[in-house]
């Protein structure tokens, strides 16, 4: 699992107490485990009951006015979570006052095993929440200027591969097929050379771009996130990388 940076809200959530917490005016998730009951007042008014145990997590999702919002708690309630954004990431005990994580990092420094000229490159997982732009996978040179990207396409409502070679966009590439819902499984392929990158999605058919150059002094891999932070909340089931480009009919196997 990687997921960008969040902050839980509540104090105290192995042992929760009714609290007061200042919250800005943004999209908020409120999530818990148990069968009780969370009631909310002051700049937002709502009650949240619990489907019970784990891992049936409750969740409410709204958008409360800057100040005060106060949360009280009844029965069992386990594990609350108050974080600002649109999906609930996973859970992050508290103390005697808010905690936050830190963004997951998953990186791999490019080895004897990479073909810096040619290969083929899978991944298989899910998507659960992303904005334009995030990434899926980057393989890059330290800065943005040099890198392939597969990145998530919020217009298309699918990942699009980019190439990009001392700062000129080489190629941009959407697959072929139906856009796919966030939080679903999927399997997708790229495969680049120079003059020759295309990309499959869940065993559809190739689309390509036959012109474009390679990025030089490729350095890194980087999953779920690109060099400047670009990150959703994804499960990386899978990534495979093989040191050649591979036949457009192995491409769509791949990615099957």
Request: charged fraction near 10%; glycine fraction near 12%.
């Amino acid at each position: 699992m990687l997921e960008a940076g969040r902050t839980n809200l509540v104090a105290q959530s192995g042992a929760p107490v009714d609290q007061t917490i200042t919250v800005a005016a943004v999209s908020h998730v409120l999530t818990f485990y148990g069968a009780g009951t969370i009631t909310l007042s002051g700049v937002h008014s709502a009650t949240l009951v619990g489907t019970g145990a784990f891992p049936a997590r409750t969740a409410l999702f709204f958008t409360p006015d800057e100040g005060s919002l106060t949360l009280t708690f009844s029965g069992d309630v386990t594990a609350p979570q108050l974080e600002a954004g649109a999906v609930a990431s996973s859970y992050i005990p508290t103390g005697a006052s808010a905690t936050p994580r830190a963004e997951d990092v998953a990186t791999v420094n490019l080895g004897t095993w990479f073909n810096s000229s040619q290969g083929t490159l899978v991944f298989n997982g899910t998507l659960d929440s992303a904005a334009a732009n995030d990434r899926i996978i980057e393989i890059d040179t330290g800065a943005t200027s040099s890198r392939l990207s597969l990145l998530w396409n919020t217009v298309l409502g699918k990942p699009q591969f980019q190439v990009w070679d001392g700062g000129v966009l080489q190629a941009a590439i959407a697959p072929s097929g139906n856009a796919i819902s966030l939080g679903s499984h999927f399997r997708v392929a790229i495969a680049f050379a120079a003059n020759d990158f295309v990309v499959s999605l869940n065993g559809g058919s190739v689309a390509s771009d036959t012109a474009g150059t390679m990025p030089a002094g490729l350095t890194t891999l980087r999953i779920g996130r690109s060099l400047g932070g670009a990150q959703g909340l994804m499960v990386a089931e899978g990534v495979t990388c093989y040191p050649t480009r591979l036949s457009d009919a192995e491409v769509v196997a791949l990615s099957t």
